[in-house]
């Protein structure tokens, strides 16, 4: 069992900054972590992803103003989202997927981003 916790949701204004924080409980065996998002009414989408490896991807929507890193010292993984839109209005989920232990989600964060 692997438990991931999110941290650092909140409101803002169009074009401000936040940082998303999802710690994991868990290091060895990582394949992958990323970050998910779900907007009001659609279905969640892939926002971005890190390997173990440090290669990341992104959606296109995203490219260029969020960045993913991780802090391997701490297991946690950062989404820096700038330049913030209306439309990243959603309710943001940590991913993980473990060697031997399969994929866990976190509990969500909300970012409302006002115009």
């Known amino acids: 069992q692997v438990q991931l916790v999110e941290s650092g949701g909140g409101l803002v204004q169009a074009g401000e900054s936040l940082r998303l924080s999802c710690a994991a409980s868990r290091s060895i065996g990582l394949n992958f972590m990323g970050w998910h998002r779900q907007p009001p009414g659609k279905v969640r989408e892939l926002v971005a992803t890190?390997?173990?490896?440090?290669?990341?991807n992104y959606a296109d929507s995203v490219k260029g103003r969020f960045t993913i890193s991780r802090d391997n010292a701490k297991n946690t993984v950062y989404l820096q989202m700038n330049s913030l839109k209306p439309e990243d209005t959603a309710v943001y989920y940590c991913?993980?997927?473990?060697?031997?232990?399969?994929?866990?989600w976190g509990q969500g964060t909300q970012v409302t981003v006002s115009s």
């Open positions: 890190i390997t173990s490896g440090s290669s990341t």
């Open positions: 991913y993980g997927n473990w060697q031997s232990a399969g994929g866990y």
